[in-house]
Structures are given as structure tokens and as C-alpha cells.
């Protein structure tokens, strides 16, 4: 054995390839004798091959359900998905929401609803005006929430006026049937029906139920109409400070309630809308030093 041994080192180190008995294909033979038999691979029979193939099934298995189960449990739930926000700026834009309901946002609104609305309800957040054509499905209300009220319907069409700083938030119906609710929940809702609107004053928390002679003019809008049909000067300035983000002020409350007929587009700037305002009534449209406007009488 130590005879064998030396020749293989002596053949490892020659930098000559041995020939003969000793040639690389003989001496691969010689040293396959030598390896012990644990570390040379193995036939299988078909018993040994038919369990390895089932165990490797049954790990294949065990493999896959662990993944599902961290799957599930690595699932983000629908609380945990980040909402969605589209918000507009001197546009509207028009929002299908994830139950086929289309939402059309006026100028300076933010609408906020999630990715998959769930099995019992469907809420939304409203600042800003928008306008609400709802899908039915009697099993899942549909809920516009607003800092101060909720809108609460099955499938309808209908407006809610909410801008944040504003005096006043409103729901108005066009179609179907709505449930508006107090945030604070110390009245009763208020059912509207067509041509109606609830407004909720925000200075001393009182409501007040409207009919409307034609409520399409509240979502005018949408087309780009400004329609003012006898109101008194200071809806219109409240109406005109949502539209152009900007504070406009009437000085005595005389003037706040002069009524006034009116129609603008909102491809008018508000400046030449003021013009036609105050033109022939006495009245003055003073921009302040802060960008607010000031109305007065001359």
C-alpha cells in the first residue's frame, strides 16, 4: 500500500503525463479503488426512488402551504391600504369610483375613498363640492363624509357642498332618495327628495330645509356655469369665493342681501365678473392689501 501510495504522489507531481500502467486513464481506475464505498453514488432501486420522490412531493406540499399561509398573513387588510386622494384646483375632474359610482369634483375639492370599497359600506370623504352619481346595491350604503354632515343613500344622484372654511355646508337632491346626518348625531337625519336641499350653518349649528325650483342649477357647474337667479349678494359672494379661492367681504348688511340675477362662466376671470356686478348699481369692488375683496356702495 505505501509502494502504491509514493507512485501516486510521484504521478501528481510529475510535470511529464505518465504512459502505461500508469497512464491517466489507469491511474483514474487505481484511485476509484481506493475512494471507500459510502462516498461513491449510489443506484437506487425503485423502492429507494419511489420514497424519494414522495418525500420530496411531501416537502413540495409542506413548502407551499407555509408560503400560503405567509401569504395570508402577510396580506395588508383593506383598513391598511393608503387611501385614495384626488384633489382639483382651477378644474373638475371626474372620479369612477371602485363600485362604478362616478363622482365629478368641482374647482379647490378633495375626494378621499379606498382602493376596494368592503362588504357592508361604502364611504367617502368629501371637501369641496362634488357631484354624486351613485350605483346601486342595496347592500352596502354609499356615505359621503364631511366635517360636519353625512350623506348617507343607496344609489341616487345628488350634490354636497362642503368647502372647509366656508359658513355653510349643503346637500342637495336631484334623484332618488337621501339621508342627511348631523356629525354629532343630536337630530334627527333629514330625508330630502327631489329638489330639495339641506344646509347646515356652521356659526350656530342650525339646519335648514330648502326646496329649490330646479336643483340641476346647483351642479350648473359642471358645465362650467355660474347661474345666480335672484339671490341675495352675499350666496353670490360665498359662491364666488369657493369658485376663485379667494375672501370676498360685503361691508353692511343692507347690501349682503340686495338680490341680484346673474349668469358667468367660469372661463370669465373674477375680476370681469365683479366689473359686471358692481357696473350700475352704485357699487365699488376694492382689492385689499391680504388679496381678499372688498364690496361697498360708493
Sequence with gaps: MKQKDDLL???????????????????????????????????????????????GAVAAVALLLIALRLT??????????PPVNVSTLAETRTVTLPDGSIVTLNRYSTLTYPEQFDATRRDVHLRGEAYFDVRKDATRPFRVLTDDIDVRVLGTRFNVEAYEGDSQVSATLIEGSVSVVPNEHKEAPIILVPNERAVYRRSNHAWVRQPVSDATDETSWREGILPFRNLPLQEIARQLSNAFRTVIRIDNAALQQYRMTATFSYNDTLDEILVLLCRGRNLACVRQADGSILIHHL
Excluded at 20 to 27: F, L, T
Excluded at 36 to 53: G, Q, S
Excluded at 72 to 81: F, K, R, S, T
Design 9 to 55: 504522489s510521484m504521478l501528481t507531481s510529475a510535470t511529464r503525463a505518465p504512459r502505461g500502467k500508469y497512464s491517466k486513464e489507469n491511474s483514474w481506475l487505481l484511485l476509484q479503488k481506493r475512494i471507500p464505498a459510502l462516498a461513491r453514488p449510489r443506484r437506487c432501486t425503485p423502492y429507494i426512488l419511489m420514497l424519494r420522490i414522495t418525500g
Design 72 to 81: 395570508v398573513w402577510n396580506e395588508p387588510m383593506l383598513a391598511d391600504i
